[in-house]
């Protein structure tokens, strides 16, 4: 009756982990294809250059596969320490994702004023070499949200030192348009109209975290399940 129960958990738990690593391997892809296509996917902030959706696609992508791997092989090989220690891997990152998560709403207003300001430096490498993937986020965001700077158009005469923005801050496009007078420009500043596109659609990011958080702690009850199992199964065995 052990050695069944040990082998329906088995199946299951490798099932379960096997989309586990084809989610890190498509999550991999799209990152690897988001840093060789579209450079417009880079970071806005000037503190953390890396910090990009490809480099963050990429990383989690490779961390959830090499889960998924470790939690497959713990499966088929019925090994206690394989799936110890993808429990506690998996444990660990759900740890971290909840306090991170307690933290961000602990804090912010803290984090709001860091944000900003971290923004408005990296302002000043707008159009500058090196920095394409910046420029191109800046102008996208500007275009596809209507709006201009930070916390006001005004942001972008520190950058420039004139009466000037970029053209995607342009009411209609142009060639120069930017250099035209402020009645011609977006006015609602990013930081703030973006937040209230996030907080518009906090539904769909609560469902996504919510299935985020009972998929790991599936993963963690198959694995303990499963390692319990082993366990009484030697047991029996010896």
Not at 4 to 20: D, E, G, R, S
Not at 87 to 111: C, Q, S
Not at 219 to 225: H, K, Q, S
Request: aromatic share 14%; net charge neutral.
């Amino acid at each position: 009756m052990a050695r069944a129960c040990l082998q329906a958990v088995k199946y299951l738990m490798f099932a379960f982990n096997l989309l586990f690593w084809l989610g890190g391997c498509g999550v991999l892809g799209v990152g690897i294809w988001l840093a060789a296509t579209q450079g417009s996917f880079a970071t806005l902030s000037s503190s953390f250059p890396s910090l990009s959706a490809a480099n963050l696609l990429i990383i989690t992508g490779a961390f959830v596969m090499a889960i998924g791997f470790l939690g497959c092989l713990g499966a088929i090989k019925e090994n206690k320490c394989l799936l110890l220690a993808f429990f506690l891997l998996l444990l660990l990152v759900f740890l971290l994702e909840a306090t991170i998560a307690i933290l961000f709403f602990a804090y912010t207003d803290k984090i709001d004023r860091y944000a900003q300001q971290d923004l408005k430096k990296g302002l000043h490498l707008y159009g500058t070499q090196g920095n394409v993937g910046l420029t191109n986020a800046w102008s996208i965001i500007q275009t596809d949200f209507r709006c201009c700077g930070v916390s006001n158009y005004t942001d972008w005469f520190e950058v420039y030192n004139a009466t000037r923005v970029p053209d995607s801050c342009c009411l209609e496009f142009s060639e120069s348009c930017g250099l035209h007078a402020p009645g011609t420009w977006w006015k609602a500043p990013c930081y703030e109209t973006v937040k209230v596109w996030l907080q518009e659609n906090l539904l769909a990011v609560g469902v996504f975290g919510l299935c985020t958080a009972l998929v790991q702690i599936l993963g963690l009850t198959f694995a303990m399940t499963m390692y319990c199992q082993v366990v009484k199964a030697d047991t029996y065995c010896a």
